[in-house]
Structures are given as structure tokens and as C-alpha cells.
């Protein structure tokens, strides 16, 4: 009564081996995540270089998020946003890190919502 049969055996072990393979993968991910600049610097210095209007040093393109900002909200001053209101004018470089970034951050939001794995 207490023995399993062989492919319950099976099952179980590959249930296990799964289980500790994605807390594995979680742990390092997290670790990786807070702990290493390097991957928010990587895309910092590609959006420095690639973004036009993150290398502007006098204030001139103010008037042009002025003008793309929604009726009744001042030009923002996050950099996020200002991007994100003058989509249209993006260099493909910073379209593709925006898509990335904020995929991966409503992705997240989503799956952990739900008790599911993500990191």
C-alpha cells in the first residue's frame, strides 16, 4: 500500500527535478537582477548614444514634448515618458528597448499576479 510502481517513481522524480531546476533558475535570475548594474547599464549606454532626445543638453526639445504631451498634463520629466510620448520620433534602438522592458515588466506583473513562476 505505501510502495509506488516504477512510473509513479518516474513522475515524481521528474516533478521534483523540475521543481528545484526552476527555484534554481529564480534565485539566480534574482541574484543577476539586483545585484548586477551591468545589465541596466548596457541599455542606459545604448539609449545614450542611439536616443536623440536623451542627448539633448539644453532644454529646446521642451517645447517639442509640450506640444506631444495630452491635453491638461505638463511635459513630463521622466525619461520613460518623454520617450514614450514622442514614440513616432524613437531611433529603432530605443523602440526596441522600451518594447522590451515594458513586455517584460506587464509580463511579470501578470504571472506573478497569478502565482506563477517569474523573475
Not at 539644453?58 to 511635459?75: C, H, I, T, V
Request: glycine share 4%; aromatic share 10%; proline share 8%.
Amino acid at each position: 500500500m505505501g510502495l509506488l510502481d516504477p512510473s509513479q517513481k518516474e513522475v515524481l522524480r521528474f516533478a521534483v527535478s523540475c521543481r528545484i531546476l526552476t527555484l534554481v533558475l529564480q534565485v539566480l535570475t534574482r541574484f543577476l537582477g539586483s545585484s548586477t548594474p551591468i545589465m541596466y547599464w548596457f541599455p542606459a549606454h545604448l539609449l545614450q548614444d542611439q536616443e536623440p532626445l536623451l542627448r539633448c543638453v539644453d532644454r529646446a526639445p521642451q517645447k517639442l514634448l509640450e506640444e506631444n504631451s495630452p491635453p491638461g498634463q505638463k511635459a513630463p520629466r521622466n525619461c520613460v515618458m518623454k520617450l514614450l510620448y514622442n514614440w513616432k520620433t524613437c531611433s529603432p534602438v530605443t523602440k526596441c528597448l522600451l518594447v522590451y522592458f515594458l513586455a517584460y515588466w506587464l509580463l511579470g506583473l501578470i504571472l506573478h499576479c497569478n502565482f506563477l513562476p517569474w523573475t
